[in-house]
């Protein structure tokens, strides 16, 4: 693993260590048709369980119909989301289930399939997103009621999330990951056996690992 500088050999592992969540947006840089259609036709080229590509993307670039989204959806509890609202282009990931087969498995499972394929979709989006030099941020802290309304979901349509998108503002730096390490994360062949040695240093407590899971 590579200790931080660009690494321009694997342009995949660059991409990913690139992208992070972006919170300030450059309100007045609209993001470019072909730029969007690109970053869509990443999220529509993502594997799902049966292939049953169950996500739906409405995408919102119209001024009067974001200040609506944002004053329906990131108002009240859900204000820390505000910073949305200065972004050009806000995606909403729905999901429409159709196979009742792929139901019952899930059932059987307990693992909501369609939403691990809609996640899948929408960090294809976020990692074309960030390709094109584009910011994004997941979001899944917001008014679900008020997004249906302003946008006319129907009601056989989950929405999961939304993905804005746009420029950095100025003023928007560049953050480090801030990760749990490789040796906390993983195990090899069996539960409780280390897949990979612990940091020098890492000491190994949990504690120590958690203030890293949110930045
Ligand atoms: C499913 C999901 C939902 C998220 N919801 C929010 C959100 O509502 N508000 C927010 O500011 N960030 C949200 N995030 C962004 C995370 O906080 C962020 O990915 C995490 O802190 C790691 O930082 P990074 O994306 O910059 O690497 C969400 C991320 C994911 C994957």
């Given at each position: 693993v590579s200790a931080g500088g660009p690494d321009q050999a694997r342009p995949f592992q660059e991409l990913v260590r690139r992208r992070f969540s972006l919170?300030?947006?450059?309100?007045g840089r609209p993001v470019a048709r072909e730029d969007l259609e690109a970053i869509l036709e990443a999220a529509r080229l993502a594997p799902s369980a049966e292939n049953s590509q169950p996500w739906r993307f409405l995408v919102v670039t119209d001024p009067g119909v974001r200040a609506r989204l944002a004053e329906a959806?990131?108002?009240?509890?859900?204000?820390?989301?505000?910073?949305?609202?200065?972004?050009?282009v806000i995606i909403a990931i729905c999901a429409e289930r159709a196979k009742p087969i792929l139901r019952a498995g899930e059932a059987i499972l307990r693992t909501a399939l369609y939403q691990l394929d809609c996640g899948i979709a929408g960090e294809h989006a976020a990692l074309a997103a960030a390709e094109l030099g584009l910011g994004s941020c997941w979001i899944g802290w917001f008014n679900k009621r008020g997004a249906r309304k302003v946008l006319g979901?129907?009601?056989?349509v989950e929405v999961l999330a939304l993905l804005s998108v746009g420029y950095p503002a100025a003023e928007a730096g560049h953050r480090e990951k801030p990760r749990r390490s490789l040796a906390a994360i993983t195990h090899r062949?069996?539960?409780?056996?280390?897949?990979v040695s612990p940091?020098?240093?890492?000491?190994?407590s949990p504690a120590a690992e958690e203030d890293t899971r949110r930045s």
């Open positions: 919170r300030r947006y450059d309100a959806c990131f108002t009240g509890i859900f204000l820390p989301t505000r910073f949305a609202a200065a972004a050009p979901i129907p009601g056989h062949d069996r539960w409780g056996t280390p897949f940091p020098a240093g890492a000491g190994g």
